[in-house]
Nanobody, 124 residues
Framework: QVQLVESGGGLVQAGGSLRLSCAGA????????MGWFRQAPGKEREFVAA????????YSADSVKGRFTISRDNAKNTVYLQMNSLKPEDTAVYYC?????????????????WGPGTLVTVSS
């Protein structure tokens, strides 16, 4: 079992930055592939970024490439999402998730544990 809690969301103006954190509790946190997803009102949950257990491989959605960076600190059981150059269309609830699989994946069904989410609102 892994418990995840996101933090760092809030209201920011377009062009601004936020850093989201996801704190994990439980055994073997460092062995999980970690991902960030988001869900805007009236839309399906979508993949944002993922990182392997070692941090050696990362993958991001095209919509956020060059603006968002995923990273992790296994010593702190924490995953981060640095979001720069934010746009109003980035407004959503952001979720972190943990996958017991070995490979990076963009599929929500491949993630085993989810946090409750944190709201990011980008004003124009």
């Amino acid at each position: 079992q892994v418990q995840l809690v996101e933090s760092g969301g809030g209201l920011v103006q377009a062009g601004g930055s936020l850093r989201l954190s996801c704190a994990g509790a439980g055994r073997s946190f460092s062995r999980y592939v970690m991902g960030w997803f988001r869900q805007a009102p009236g839309k399906e949950r979508e993949f944002v970024a993922a990182i392997t257990w070692s941090g050696g491989r990362k993958y991001s959605a095209d919509s956020v490439k060059g603006r968002f960076t995923i990273s992790r600190d296994n010593a702190k059981n924490t995953v981060y999402l640095q979001m720069n150059s934010l746009k109003p269309e980035d407004t959503a609830v952001y979720y972190c998730a943990a996958s017991a699989g070995m490979l990076l994946t963009t599929l929500t069904a491949r993630y085993d544990y989810w946090g409750p989410g944190t709201l990011v609102t980008v004003s124009s």
